[in-house]
């Protein structure tokens, strides 16, 4: 299956300013079923120089530097992948003592997972949450990934297009949420239970709630499996519909586009995305 994805996003200002650095994530990371066949990046007004480089958690990011003034920043990203299809459950974990929860990692493993086990934002409540969703599911590990994503599908969801992840606990409590907020909430239910996970910006194809906006789901570090994506705004892993964008311990960090500008004007932004197969 081919997917092009066209990605824009036009900041208008109504007064000139100077455009400081820019961080963009808007560059696929790959999956092993799914290869870069395309991209292109159109920025107006031109950059001066664009640096594209690898981060610390192994997302492509893209430095962009302006010169002068402007009273707009327009960006676009078309991007063309080629996405095989792919049983994101097919695996066997081992060891074998992977199968039930809370996870212990191994010595050689647990070092490199810290970041992704961080418990920030994990109250007795989610705590309480998490093991009853356990308990239901006899403790093993996939059955509880997939039990988590059933029980936050059920949900009201909410479209949110700007602000931060709410604490998980909120989500909970309020049964109602974005995708970041539910991905958010799914990451700290796992980390209660020692599993860890980071959260995915991205797209989604073949979901009309989604096609016209970014994504995101969570990803979860499983012994003898690796990385696997679980979607709990779908209710689904992550099969080949998914073109992931940017990955990391910290929701904040895969901000498509982040920067700032000098000079006193109030913008406005638009944001558009198109998916087709």
Known sequence: MHLSVQHQLRYEYDRPVILQPHLLYLYPRTYPYQRLLRYELTIDPMPSKVVRNVDVEGNVQQLIYFSGPTNHLHIRAEIGVE?????SLDFVLFPFDAQRVPLNYSPQVRPLLETYLNREGITPTIDGWATQLAAGVNWQTVPFLIALNNAIRQFTYAVREEGAPYPPEQTLLERRGSCRDYSTLFMAAC???GIAARFVSGYLFGSAQQEH???AWAEVY???AGWRGFDPTENSVVVNNHVLLASSARAELTAPV???????????LEAHVSIKS
């Open 191 to 193: 980390r209660s239970l």
């Open 213 to 215: 906006q970014l994504h």
């Open 222 to 224: 499983l012994p003898g």
């Open 258 to 268: 982040s920067g700032t500008f000098t000079g006193k004007a109030n913008s406005v």
């Open 83 to 87: 996405s095989e299809p792919f049983n």
